[in-house]
């Protein structure tokens, strides 16, 4: 069982918005900014997509953005593209034994 | 441009060790941390811990400590990670990863290795 509590899947249609939430505790998510999200494409390495809750690196377009809300962590992706396909993780600093956990993934499917 | 280049695939014993190397280039060694992730086979990703090349300190995620060690060669720009005792729960694919910003780590994984996979099999 992970330590951040991710859906398994999310899909939705091209140009649709999908949304993936990432649910913590006060030791993690809830109590800090330093929430992230890798975006996982089939065959390839995870890439940084969101950091510090909603900020994008340089590249990464602004279809994806990023919020919190109390223990939860959320990523929206609208104007769905079928190169979106892949899997979504979140990942936080935490107070735990472990400073950097990460949520199960979401497999997005884009139909 | 930031790469980070790991060593070859791996086939281990149980109880064996195995030692993975990442060769960086195209920024400065010292400068960021560099992190180590694992994924096994159709799972999620887990953190292992992080090295930081200047220093040469370490710290590990709890579930590793005792059993990985952290190090880097600043001279060739290179990070290594081997792992002890192995098992088949360690059959995974591992990624060094660079922190995203200058300085202290930050926990943002910003750049990846393309990965090593172990495989351990008796």
């Known amino acids: 069982q992970s330590a951040l509590t991710q859906p398994r899947s999310v899909s939705g249609s091209p140009g649709q918005s999908v949304t993936i939430s990432c649910t913590g505790t006060s030791n993690d998510v809830g109590s800090y900014t330093f929430v992230s999200w890798y975006q996982q494409l089939p065959g390839k390495a995870p890439k940084l997509i969101i950091f510090d809750v909603s900020e994008r690196p340089s590249g990464v377009p602004d279809r994806f953005s990023g919020s919190k809300s109390g223990n939860t962590a959320s990523l929206t992706i609208s104007g769905l593209q079928t190169e979106d396909d892949g899997d979504y993780y979140c990942?936080?600093?935490?107070?735990?034994?472990?400073?950097?956990?990460f949520g199960g993934g979401t497999t997005l499917t884009v139909l | 441009q930031v790469q980070l280049v790991q060593s070859g695939t791996e086939v281990k014993k149980p109880g064996a060790s195995v030692k993975v190397s990442c060769k960086a280039s195209?920024?400065?060694?010292?400068?960021?941390?560099l992190h180590w992730v694992r994924q096994a086979p159709g799972q999620g990703l887990e953190w292992m811990g992080w090295?930081?090349?200047?220093?040469?300190?370490?710290n590990y995620a709890q579930k590793f400590q005792g059993r990985v060690t952290m190090t880097s060669d600043t001279s060739i720009s290179a990070a290594y990670m081997e792992l002890n005792s192995l098992t088949s729960d360690d059959t995974a694919v591992y990624f060094c990863v660079r922190d995203l910003d200058y300085g202290d780590a930050t926990y943002y994984l910003g750049y990846w290795g393309q990965g090593t996979l172990l495989t351990v099999s008796s």
């Open positions: 090295i930081s090349p200047s220093s040469g300190g370490t």
């Open positions: 990942c936080s600093y935490s107070v735990s034994h472990t400073p950097v956990i």
């Open positions: 195209g920024y400065t060694f010292t400068g960021y941390s």
